[in-house]
């Protein structure tokens, strides 16, 4: 039983698809992408630096088009959509429009529309005053949960049980990581904004007034999408992208999807580059659940065996 994950922003790195370049057809299909999001996917995934990548109108389109290379590279170029090889797909914050594409719930170019639309409606909410988000690592749930709220911020995810991200203005995260809960660290992001919270609300507007512009499909029934909205698993392409929109000023609840791959008795969990952000969280949440990270092309008969054993399919010519 296999569920395939995709990450969220933060998860990007200075030069990170650059091994990606050196397989055949990557750098024209990261062209092909680039232009339907209007951004230099190449240059800011190979030669930008930390600074210029951590803005949010270039990180989520970088991190959705890694997502899409790195499974057609695994897939052969078939994608996921025409032959799922998973029992579950999911995808954190705007991993989870990676996953409309990996799923055909939308094509890989309207997929970078969508995100071109959402990473720059949600640069503007963020730049509109500031804002950030920190992770608060450890310490009791309820006690955390107290203190985000006593700093007048939000929990904008819940990643896991040691694991809550506190969101809202940039004075009260620093005021909680003055005062930190009880046996807790607070950990800064490296975001620009409070996402999924109510400061995000004019970039909801936007992405609703945008999606009536795609057409959605249903994913593969044996392949159902599970949300970061309280782990809805859902079938219908349209009530996916419902809600990736109402998403953007919303929690996001991966502890929620987690417990929904330990109810499906998910035996192994594959992390599209830039992996290791999700199963560094399962490692901790689900014991004896075997993980896997795709970060370059090495990593791809890795994962191509590990998906053999643990997917619905398998790769490679049917055996008599």
């Given at each position: ?14 030069g990170f698809l650059s091994p990606w370049l050196e397989v055949i057809g990557v750098r024209d299909a990261l062209g092909e992408l680039s232009e339907a999001a209007g951004v230099d996917l190449i240059e800011h995934g190979t030669a930008s630096d930390a600074e210029t990548i951590r803005d949010t109108a270039i990180a989520q389109p970088l991190l959705v088009a890694a997502g899409i290379i790195a499974a057609d590279c695994l897939t052969g170029g078939d994608g996921f959509a025409a ?238």
């Amino acid at each position: 039983m296999l569920a395939i994950v995709c990450p969220g922003q933060g998860a990007q790195k200075p030069g990170f698809l650059s091994p990606w370049l050196e397989v055949i057809g990557v750098r024209d299909a990261l062209g092909e992408l680039s232009e339907a999001a209007g951004v230099d996917l190449i240059e800011h995934g190979t030669a930008s630096d930390a600074e210029t990548i951590r803005d949010t109108a270039i990180a989520q389109p970088l991190l959705v088009a890694a997502g899409i290379i790195a499974a057609d590279c695994l897939t052969g170029g078939d994608g996921f959509a025409a032959g799922t090889q998973a029992d579950v797909l999911a995808g954190h914050s705007v991993g989870e429009v990676t996953a409309t594409a990996l799923s055909g719930v939308l094509s890989d170019a309207d997929a970078m529309r969508l995100v071109a639309v959402r990473s720059r409606a949600m640069a503007k909410a963020a730049a509109a005053e500031p804002t950030s988000m920190a992770a608060v690592v450890g310490g009791v749930r309820e006690e955390v949960l107290a203190a985000i709220e006593q700093h007048g911020l939000a929990p904008a995810n819940i990643n896991s049980a040691a694991q809550v991200v506190a969101a809202g203005a940039q004075e009260a995260i620093a005021a909680l990581a003055a005062e930190p809960p009880a046996r807790a660290r607070v950990i800064p992001l490296q975001v620009a904004g409070a996402f999924h919270t109510r400061y995000m609300a004019s970039a909801r507007e936007e992405l609703a007034a945008f999606a009536p512009q795609l057409t959605p499909h249903d994913p593969l029934a044996q392949c159902p999408l599970v949300s970061n909205a309280s782990g809805e698993v859902v079938t219908e392409g349209a009530r996916y992208l419902e809600l990736i929109v109402n998403q953007v000023a919303s929690p996001v609840d991966w502890e929620a999807c987690m417990g929904v791959f330990a109810e499906r008795g998910v035996t192994g969990i594959l992390e599209l580059a830039p992996a290791g952000t999700l199963t560094g969280l399962a490692k901790r949440e689900l014991k004896g659940v075997a993980l896997q990270n795709l970060n370059t092309p090495e990593d791809l008969e890795a994962a191509q065996a590990f998906v053999n054993e643990h997917g619905l399919h398998h790769f490679g010519p049917e055996e008599d």
